[in-house]
């Protein structure tokens, strides 16, 4: 029974190529972590620095002899591999293929504001801070660029300094008040209004962009722009000085010339914006836009004098219409009938905005009024645009007298809406439209008889029975070559894309503008809570017991923060452990600190110079070891109770060049290790206090440490991060090498899993992912002293007195970093520890504060 059970277990295999184990290509070789792969598989893998390899099994980087054979057999897998066993489906394993690298279950993280779907389709569209400033306010603005950034041609179209954009508000991210703020970065809060809007809003805009860059005949949408003042995003696209507004009476003078013959010559004008009109609702049409109101203020001309669609415009007029029909409709507290009525007339007539019937029954029925029609509801489409550009080419061929037509029809629409009456809509309006055919008739003579009866084509009351806007093209066309054309326009298409057009004045975009009231995106609770600890002592720090991370807690504006006070001069490092914790600082000294009540316990005195870092050690028994400037190493009890002298001093051996210890760091493998300012890694052994070894080949003071997966990081000011192997302390690999004359110190490193930190002196920070460089970006204005990492998160601070948190989202070498936003300290941030939901912040004051969530 126990050969039979052995025959049935699973062959050991390659976690590469999935083939199992054999003495001719699929020979398992051991790595220096303990894992196996085969020895084709190890030779076809690729890697990033010579000699080195991550293990397909759990991704550490290992040192790779050459050649690959010389690694040892493991000769218990091959010998389980060429046991006897049978299978009856056993199958030939064909050739061994080896080019798909295995990788452990990769690191994907979601951050909690929105998908990382979400983030990666709209972030290029996110507008630097200082590319724009405002120049003039109304329902839409302009502004200026002020700046170009490269990332902006990655949106298809390139901003241009100096250029005069347009700017349309699309929502608002309302600003909080509270004692210790968190701040949300500027991507964040941009990003988050767009989160805000409805999934119908998002799919209309998405929508709306693709259009602007694939339309030649309307202006270009650059992007997504937050004003820090008034805390409001706007999209930001192209914008033309003059309106078709603005030119109404030149062009109805050339129409209206006495004499024939001069009429038509002097119509060239007329024709050609009528053609331009017709081309660019054609061409939305074809896209399934239908704007649903057409007012001649949502066209304008470029610098060479065609006609474009302003999409600024057509939305910011949208939303008037739909506001004001709304208050006529439903009425406004506080304001008249009369009033509400006189003001829709005076703004949709005077300035020639143009809404269809059905339109503005579909705008009743968003304000809560369905009226019986009948039969003679008909569906918004493409026809509803149709009537409004032929409303918008009579009120050019005929003017003032119109306008009162005009304002007869827009009387009987809302009193029919607003008395909710079943009246007589359509006799009415055959009517009103007979009154329109006399006031062409007597603008126009015999010569425009084809025009006038395809405009009021355009006005019949049905929609179907409206003609496509191609044929309206067609006719100004003939006007222009005097011929008749032959497929001018795609119809089957027009007519086959009915039924998937979009009305952008019925869709949620043109809906009131969207406010973020909240302090946070993600946070629905009521008002900010955040309090200074020390300040309620009914309270105690009972609340520092909170189970949210303090990240949750800061992004909801609940935050609890106490002052830990006991040194006098800058703090250095800290560091948890044995249920303490450990401060340095310039003062000399090692401050104990308890974690239940946050008291101060004890003082380590023993240095003589600036204490420059601790650690923690539980090796076996709790210690706190301390380095200083003077390359004095104390080693003290870190369990009750303390002493007030260390168990041991080392010192490292100095010379001229040396300015002490500026990092310490602890392996598993009882090792202790310290950088140094003689540009030198020493390694300590914990059992007899002596040095084992020094790593060298940094150019400059090693300034940072950290291990992670047996492998040792070291930063220094030559601008590098070396990375050595823990088991015989050669080296492995160089990170962040520059050319000569562009080199910048590395102040500090954070790892952890497969992601490197590393901070800069000039407040730049660098992610690794695998020892690939996947994010670079400036974060803080000076040098950056700490960072930390715990699972997503990312903190850093400096010189700028802030701590930025970042969020990691993303999948392998796809990652990326949000900016969540900055914690304002008093004073220079010089180190920062996350434990357990809490963030411990050390100043350059001696203050150390801690900061917890008290959302629980």
């Known amino acids: 029974m126990a050969a039979e059970s052995t025959l049935e277990l699973e062959l050991p295999e390659c976690p590469v190529c999935l083939q199992q184990y054999g003495d001719v290509s699929t020979i398992p070789r051991v790595l220096p972590c303990g894992h196996s792969a085969c020895e084709d598989c190890l030779a076809q893998l690729q890697n990033p620095f010579p000699g080195t390899i991550r293990c397909p099994a759990c991704t550490q980087l290992v040192k790779l002899p050459n050649p690959i054979s010389s690694l040892p057999k493991n000769i218990d897998l091959l010998r389980f591999s060429t046991l006897p066993h049978h299978n009856n489906n056993d199958n030939s394993k064909g050739s061994h293929v080896s080019t798909q690298k295995y990788d452990k279950d990769p690191i994907f993280i979601k951050p909690p504001l929105w998908s990382h779907e979400f983030y990666s389709n709209w972030k290029t569209w996110v507008l630097p801070e200082d590319t724009i400033i405002i120049e003039s306010n109304g329902s839409v603005c302009y502004g200026k660029v002020l700046k170009v950034s490269t990332s902006v041609s990655s949106m298809g179209c390139a901003l241009k300094e100096g250029e005069k954009v347009s700017l349309l508000e699309i929502g608002y991210f309302?600003?909080?008040?509270?004692?210790?703020?968190?701040?949300?970065?500027?991507?964040?809060?941009?990003?988050?209004?767009?989160?805000?809007?409805?999934?119908?809003?998002?799919?209309?805009?998405?929508?709306?962009?693709?259009?602007?860059?694939?339309?030649?005949?309307?202006c270009k949408v650059y992007g997504f722009w937050y004003n820090m003042d008034n805390h409001c995003v706007y999209m930001v696209s192209e914008a033309f000085s003059g309106s078709l507004l603005g030119k109404m009476g030149v062009l109805r003078n050339a129409v209206l010339e006495k004499n024939a013959e001069e009429k038509i010559s002097n119509a060239a004008e007329f024709v050609i914006v009528s053609l331009?009109?017709?081309?660019?609702?054609?061409?939305?049409?074809?896209?399934?836009?239908v704007l649903g109101c057409l007012g001649l203020s949502c066209f304008g001309f470029d610098k060479f004098g065609r006609v474009y669609v302003d999409i600024s415009e057509v939305l910011a007029t949208g939303r008037r219409v739909r506001k004001i029909l709304t208050e006529v409709v439903v009425g406004k507290s506080g304001t008249s009938s009369e009033d509400l009525v006189v003001r829709l007339k005076n703004y949709m007539v005077e300035d020639c905005v143009f809404v269809s019937p059905e339109v503005f029954f579909e705008l009743s029925k968003l304000g809560g009024i369905v009226i019986d029609l009948g039969s003679s509801r008909h569906h918004v489409g493409y026809g509803s645009d149709i009537w409004s550009l032929a409303c918008?080419?009579?009120?050019?061929?005929?003017?003032?007298?119109?306008?009162?037509?005009?304002?007869?029809?827009?009387?009987?629409?809302?009193?029919?809406?607003r008395d909710e009456k079943c009246l007589d809509f359509v006799r009415w309006y055959v009517e009103w439209r007979q009154k329109i055919i006399a006031l062409i008739e007597c603008r126009l003579g015999s010569e425009f008889a084809n025009m006038k009866e395809i405009l009021l084509?355009?006005?019949?009351?049905?929609?179907?029975?409206?003609?496509?806007?191609?044929?309206l093209w067609k006719f100004f066309k003939v006007l222009v070559i005097?011929?008749?054309?032959?497929?001018?326009?795609?119809?089957?298409?027009?007519?086959?894309?009915?039924?998937?057009?979009?009305?952008?004045i019925l869709g949620d975009f043109c809906q009131s503008i969207n406010k973020v009231t909240k302090e946070s995106p993600r946070c629905l609770d009521d008002t900010s809570v955040v309090e200074n600890a020390n300040a309620e002592e009914a309270d105690g720090v009972e609340n520092f017991g909170a189970?949210?991370?303090?990240?949750?807690?800061?992004s909801c504006g609940q935050v609890k923060c106490i002052d830990l006070k006991g040194h006098r001069n800058c703090i250095t490092g800290l560091v948890i452990g044995g249920g303490f914790l450990f401060s340095s600082s310039f003062d000399k000294m090692v401050n104990v600190w308890s974690l239940q009540d946050y008291s101060h316990v004890h003082s380590f005195k023993g240095h003589e110079q600036r204490v420059m870092a601790v650690a923690f050690v539980d090796y076996g028994e709790p210690l706190c070891i301390s380095g200083d400037n003077g390359g004095a190493i104390c080693i003290w009890r870190a369990s009750t109770p303390l002493s007030p002298e260390p168990l041991k001093k080392l010192q490292e051996q100095q010379d001229w060049r040396y300015s002490g210890i500026h990092a310490l760091a602890f392996s598993g493998s009882q090792y202790l290790y310290t950088g140094s300012g003689d540009k030198s890694i020493k390694a300590w052994s914990l059992q007899d206090y002596s040095l084992s070894c020094t790593m060298n080949g940094h150019k400059s003071v090693v300034s940072s440490l950290a291990i992670c997966d047996e492998v040792l990081y070291s930063g220094s000011w030559d601008g590098t991060v070396r990375l050595w192997c823990l088991s015989d302390h050669s080296p492995l690999a160089v990170l962040g090498e520059e050319a000569p004359g562009s080199v910048c110190s590395v102040f500090c490193l954070a790892v952890h899993e497969n992601v490197l930190v590393a901070a800069y002196e000039n407040g730049l920070t660098k992610i690794w992912f695998d020892d690939i460089l996947v994010k670079s970006a400036q974060e803080h204005d000076g040098a950056i002293f700490s960072a930390c990492k715990?699972?997503?998160?990312?903190?850093?601070?400096?010189?700028?007195?802030?701590i930025k948190v970042k969020e990691l989202s993303g999948n392998g070498d796809q990652i990326d970093a949000i900016p969540l936003g900055s914690i304002t300290c008093d004073s220079v941030v010089t180190a920062l520890l996350h434990w357990q939901g809490k963030l411990f912040v050390g100043q350059a004051d001696g203050v150390i504060k801690v900061y917890c969530s008290a959302v629980r």
């Open 547 to 554: 189970d949210k991370d303090v990240v949750e807690g800061l």
């Open 174 to 218: 309302a600003k909080g008040s509270c004692s210790y703020k968190f701040e949300y970065s500027y991507e964040v809060k941009l990003m988050s209004v767009l989160y805000g809007l409805s999934e119908g809003g998002r799919t209309e805009l998405e929508s709306i962009i693709k259009a602007s860059l694939a339309l030649h005949v309307m």
């Open 276 to 289: 331009d009109i017709c081309q660019m609702v054609s061409d939305l049409q074809l896209r399934g836009l």
């Open 392 to 417: 918008a080419i009579i009120s050019l061929l005929v003017g003032k007298s119109f306008a009162e037509e005009m304002q007869n029809y827009l009387s009987y629409l809302v009193t029919a809406v």
């Open 482 to 504: 005097k011929s008749e054309l032959d497929d001018v326009k795609d119809l089957e298409q027009e007519t086959r894309m009915e039924n998937m057009c979009n009305c952008l």
């Open 790 to 802: 715990k699972e997503k998160w990312i903190f850093t601070g400096g010189w700028d007195k802030t």
């Open 457 to 471: 084509k355009c006005l019949e009351y049905n929609p179907e029975s409206r003609p496509l806007i191609s044929e």
